[in-house]
């Protein structure tokens, strides 16, 4: 079976992510029509239909407009379902963490847009949840969903493009996370998220994926990465994982080197070789490619006012700990913070791995309660962060009330 994805590099669209004219809009609806006739879905059979936009809205901000979804390649894709004749658009999110998606919404700067167009908003964290059993799953097997996403006709996926210090990529596969209830998220984010967020994409697949890359990510995201500004490429198609293997290779990743999007392949599309099986539309991979600045995990001599002990840890407080301490770096004054230690993961078996430390020390994640049993005198003198992996920010709120 084949599967079609479509490219297509604009000049200038026009405006940026956080100021645009309504010109931009009417081009980009046109562009992005083009794109998703390329890759054979019809969308005149969608006027009956209830249509469900799902963007990535974690945490917007101002001063880093290429971590979410762009408002513009949103507002063009609800303005093309009308303009088809749709007579029922919503755009909807879960942010997660803790995060109100009614927040994120404003802080994007789509409600007044979507309040314009008659296009209904969908908070999932104040609405129904529903919780579904998953067949097909190997480890999510009862799944916490908004109903939303059960009970439309049509989920049209609207991922950000770029990189991502656990999964090195954020595209289609993984935005499907923002239909999940909270309780059920952190979850996520351990070393299985590439099983689990295949086995989302199970219960319910993305009908249409539209990939924004006009101004993508790269380095230390989703978060604190780097812009890159008027990339203005976009990738659109039916399956997520044949969209996410085209957009990995535009970002200069191979395939194989995304575990969960060579996963999603296989037990998705059952694709075992990818050159075969998935062909691309409109411009060439060639004629956009970019080679993305990697993500850094570790946070071992990152630091300066903090040292990181890194002992038998799996990625996901990796990555909780280095999101914290990028948070604290770029959006905080850290010239005041004393020097602390972190220590993750478990100690060695039966040898005390851990006798003297700088600073407050700070014990991250379930695994690394160990080391207070090592030394009667000493084991309270650590703080004990819990979880499996802690919240993101759990650190970084500890390290900067050091003193306080």
């Known amino acids: 079976m084949e599967y079609l994805v479509g490219i297509k590099k604009i000049d200038d669209p026009g405006g940026s992510p956080l100021a645009w004219s ?60 009308q303009d088809v004749g749709v007579k029922e658009i919503s755009v909807g999110e879960n942010p997660g963490f803790g995060y109100p998606a009614r ?20 908070y999932f964290d104040e609405s129904e949840w529903m919780t579904v059993n998953n067949p097909e799953a190997r480890l999510y097997h009862d799944v916490t969903v908004s109903k939303h996403l059960m009970d439309c006709d049509c989920f049209v996926n609207i991922p950000k493009m770029k990189t991502h210090m ?23 984010h351990r070393n299985d998220i590439a099983d689990k967020v295949v086995d989302l994409n199970l219960l319910r697949m993305p009908d249409l994926n539209i990939v924004d890359g006009l101004w993508p990510m790269e380095g230390q995201a989703p978060f604190h990465g780097d812009a890159i500004e008027g990339f203005n490429v976009i990738v659109a198609g039916k399956n997520a ?47 956009v490619k970019r080679r993305f600045k990697r993500p850094v995990l570790s946070s071992m001599a ?23 301490l990028d948070w604290l770096k770029m959006e905080t004054d850290c010239s005041n913070i004393p020097v602390a230690t972190v220590v993750s993961g478990r100690p060695m078996p039966n040898m005390n791995t851990l006798n003297r430390w700088k600073g407050e020390l700070f014990l991250f994640g379930n695994c690394a309660a160990e080391f207070q049993f090592f030394d009667a005198d000493r084991r309270n003198k650590g703080i004990w962060v819990p979880g499996c992996p802690p919240h993101v920010l759990d650190l970084a709120k500890l390290i900067k009330n050091i003193n306080q």
């Not at 917007?60 to 093309?80: E, Y």
């Not at 656990?166 to 996520?188: A, P």
């Open 22 to 81: 309504d010109s931009t809009i009417d081009k980009l609806a046109l562009v992005i029509g083009d794109i998703i006739e390329k890759t054979g879905f019809n969308l005149k059979t969608l006027r009956n239909a209830s249509i469900m936009l799902h963007p990535n809205l974690v945490r917007p901000h101002t001063t880093r407009p290429a971590s979410f979804s762009d408002p513009r390649v949103i507002l063009a894709t609800a303005k093309l379902m």
């Open 103 to 122: 927040k994120a919404f404003h802080e994007s700067g789509l409600i007044s847009h979507l309040n314009k167009m008659n296009v209904k908003t969908l």
């Open 166 to 188: 656990l999964t090195q990529v954020s595209l289609c596969v993984k935005n499907v996370l923002g239909v999940i209830h909270d309780d059920q998220r952190m979850l996520f």
């Open 241 to 287: 994982a044949a969209v996410d293997a085209v957009c990995c290779r535009v970002m200069g990743f191979e395939v194989n080197e995304v575990p969960h999007v060579q996963l999603a392949l296989k037990r998705i599309c059952n694709i075992r070789d990818y050159n075969e099986s998935v062909v691309v539309k409109g411009d060439s991979i060639g004629d």
């Open 302 to 324: 990152q630091f300066g006012f903090v040292e990181c002990i890194e002992c038998g840890v799996c990625n996901g407080c990796l990555s909780a700990i280095r999101h914290s």
